[in-house]
């Protein structure tokens, strides 16, 4: 029997996409996930794609004697860690609960995982950890700063990481730096499924454009950028997913620790993204521009080089791709998977 690989967080947008193409390649996804922001129907949906449904542990990263039966009993290759919670406003409100699922959820997997004697893992990192960069694209080189707890928690594990792989250089690792994660598999049935109203810019448009919002409201019109909105690198979750697949492929072939970023290597204001997606849908998208939105920085996206020389992987779908998909699965599923 293959031995699987476990998928914390694996309930979740970019963990359902990733089952997909962790199947398409020949392996075995086991989830693990809380539901504490997503639905196990997406599990379901990723049958109707693959015609594999991943097994599914309903329980917390942060439940070590659950850790240890599931890493007894499954006996996993390696583990792709994505539980934990990623919402920067909320992250503010509530640090204690981002330390204590994000950093004690790591921390409590990675013992378990000691004890196990299974030391692979794929962690899913930030953009986020690069704070406002000096200049563009962003190599992985560049000094690391975090302005809220949630890009704190990742710094931290970040560095958590490196001190485990320091004492103990059998673990493998990648640190896998996500730029901003958009679209739909191709099928319309999995997509982003945000709780209330979203806080990302691909989700919101979405839901202007099918009814549910009224209008989507620009986040300040005089960033030093060239069309004065806020510049990303959105990156297809479809490439994303392929990317651990690639990350994974590397990991279990050699030895040692590494850090990628993952992204497009191109930037788009957010005023394109508005204007590919009236592009897509084929109407007008009511919008005004208001105040900058705290935290927020002009620019940011990826000098993805290093992920293709040492992967040899990069992104190849490009932003009509990413909008007709996201308005296939918005349209499909107005209300997410409720
Ligand atoms: P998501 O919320 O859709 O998925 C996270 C999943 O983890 C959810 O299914 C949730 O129920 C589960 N979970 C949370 N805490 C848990 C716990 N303690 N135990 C078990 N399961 C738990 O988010 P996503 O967008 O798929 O993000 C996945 C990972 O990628 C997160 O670590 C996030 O910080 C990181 N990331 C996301 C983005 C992005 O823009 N989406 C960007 C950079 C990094
Ligand atoms: N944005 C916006 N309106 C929204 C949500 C986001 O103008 O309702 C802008 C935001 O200011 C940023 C870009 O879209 O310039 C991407 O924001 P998002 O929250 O999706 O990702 P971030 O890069 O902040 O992680």
């Known amino acids: 029997m293959t031995q699987p690989i476990l998928v914390t967080g694996g309930a979740g947008y970019i963990g359902s996409h990733t089952c997909v193409a962790l199947i398409e390649s020949g392996h075995t996804p086991l989830v693990l996930d809380n539901l504490c922001n997503s639905s196990s129907e997406s599990l379901e949906r990723v049958r109707r794609i693959s015609g594999v449904r991943p097994g599914f542990v309903e329980g917390d990263v942060r439940d070590a004697a659950l850790l240890d039966r599931v890493l007894a009993e499954q006996r996993p290759q390696a583990v792709i860690h994505f539980a934990g919670l990623k919402a920067v406003g909320e992250s503010v409100q509530q640090p204690l609960e981002y330390y204590d699922n994000n950093v004690g959820g790591t921390v409590t997997l990675l013992q378990a995982m000691q004890r196990a004697g299974l030391r692979n893992l794929i962690f899913s990192s930030s953009a986020t950890v690069y704070g406002d960069p000096a200049s563009v694209p962003i190599r992985e080189d560049f000094p690391r700063s975090a302005t809220n707890p949630y890009g704190r ?24 730096r996500y730029f901003n994660p958009v679209g739909a598999h191709p099928s319309g049935l999995i997509g982003e499924d945000p709780r209330g109203v979203p806080n990302n810019l691909l989700p919101y448009i979405t839901q202007v454009a099918v009814g549910r919002l009224s209008r989507l409201r620009i986040f300040g019109g005089d960033w030093p950028t060239p069309d004065g909105t806020g510049v990303r690198d959105f990156i297809h979750v479809m490439d994303l997913a392929e990317g651990h697949v690639a990350a994974l492929r590397h990991l279990l072939a050699h030895e040692g620790m590494f850090t990628v970023n993952l992204g497009t290597g191109q930037g788009c204001s957010v005023l394109q993204m508005v204007q590919a997606f009236e592009r897509c849908c084929g109407r007008g998208l009511p919008y005004e521009i208001v105040q900058r939105r705290a935290g927020d920085i002009a620019e940011c996206w990826a000098d993805p080089a290093q992920a293709q020389r040492l992967l040899n992987w990069k992104a190849v779908r490009d932003l009509d791709t990413i909008c007709a998909d996201a308005w296939r699965w918005q349209q499909a599923n107005p209300a997410g998977y409720a």
């Not at 970040?158 to 320091?166: A, I, K, P, Q, S």
């Open 153 to 176: 928690s990742k710094l931290m594990i970040e560095d958590v990481l490196g001190d485990l792989y320091r004492a103990d250089p059998a673990w493998r690792i990648a640190r896998l």
